[in-house]
């Protein structure tokens, strides 16, 4: 069975996939037009969602099983020559660590005024006053599956309460309470921090309005840890402009990267990353253990077994 790997070498050790799963024949592509040469005879495919397309697709007419290397598939959902019957898995899960760790950057960094200190520090200026606390504050997480479960565990050891958003579930470890959906703005209203790890869809789009926002404290802070769309960009402009929310923490945003006129960039209570929320540099050790089951387990008929089947 063949397999064709595309990727920069970031994402995943062929290598370390090669000694794991021997019984396959391996095929390595670091860009498209190196995959296009090489795909005609590939089963299985293994590539972030974003970087396949109709054109490789198309051009794969034995593909029978694609393994994302990425949480997110949506990418994969606009592609028209990917036929139906073709497996797709996902790297749902293994992102708890890098996300949490970045929820955390941004709840430590704007309620300590990290950009002030930095600041200070370049000017040789000598500058105290006293520094909020993330302990006894509440993190409401909106959207609840595996990342939120690691990152509301960490936000419990630094003595949060963490309360959850979700229509999925009615319970999850570590968190002390969970509301709907439709309670999202009574829940705004309960955080100091406001993290979205909800996935994109017609309902989550624009969940976070104008309605969301004015509930917030003015000091709360909200991070989107999830996809641009489910903030309404505009509307979020136009609170921190008028200081109704304290800050926020975005790792992405409705067009990447934001326009050169864009005036989050320079808003001092604003952090931007560049979508690095899903990035580690341990990603493919992190991976391997997930690549390497839904191989076997593929390979061997066992698809009942196989982990994170986006659709079959």
């Known amino acids: 069975m063949h397999v064709l790997i595309l990727d920069r070498g970031v994402h995943i050790d062929p290598d370390a996939v090669r000694n794991e799963c021997p019984q396959l024949t391996f095929g390595y592509a670091r860009t498209e037009q190196d995959a296009l040469r090489v795909c005609g005879e590939a089963e299985i495919l293994l590539a972030m969602a974003h970087e396949v397309s109709d054109a490789l697709v198309s051009r794969m007419p034995k593909l029978r099983y694609l393994c994302a290397l990425s949480a997110g598939t949506d990418r994969l959902e606009t592609l028209t020559a990917l036929k139906p019957d073709v497996l797709v898995t996902s790297a749902r ?60 565990a960490r936000c419990t050891a630094f003595g949060m309460c963490v309360i959850g958003v979700s229509d999925a579930r009615d319970s999850a470890p570590h968190f002390e309470r969970l509301m709907k959906r439709s309670q999202l703005r009574e829940a705004a209203a309960l955080a100091d921090f406001m993290i979205l790890l909800v996935p994109l869809s017609a309902a989550t789009r624009h969940i976070i309005d104008e309605g969301v926002l004015d509930t917030m404290k003015p000091d709360s802070i909200l991070i989107n840890l999830a996809r641009g769309p489910v903030v309404d960009e505009q509307a979020l402009i136009r609170a921190l402009r008028a200081n109704r929310i304290g800050g926020a923490g975005l790792d992405v945003f409705e067009t990447e990267p934001p ?22 540099d341990v990603y493919a050790s992190q991976l391997l253990p997930l690549v390497a089951h839904n191989l076997h387990c593929f390979t061997l008929g066992r698809l009942g077994e196989m982990k994170n089947i986006v659709r079959r």
């Open 93 to 152: 899960g293994i992102h708890g660590p890098q996300m949490s760790e970045l929820a955390f950057l941004s709840m430590i960094a704007l309620s300590r005024d990290f950009a002030r200190m930095q600041r200070n520090q370049h000017a040789h200026r000598w500058e105290r006053w006293p520094q909020r606390l993330i302990f006894a504050k509440t993190a409401v997480i909106v959207g609840i599956g595996p990342i939120a479960e690691e990152l509301a």
């Open 259 to 280: 326009a050169d006129g864009s005036p989050l960039w320079d808003m001092p209570n604003v952090i931007i990353t560049p979508r690095i929320g899903g990035m580690s």
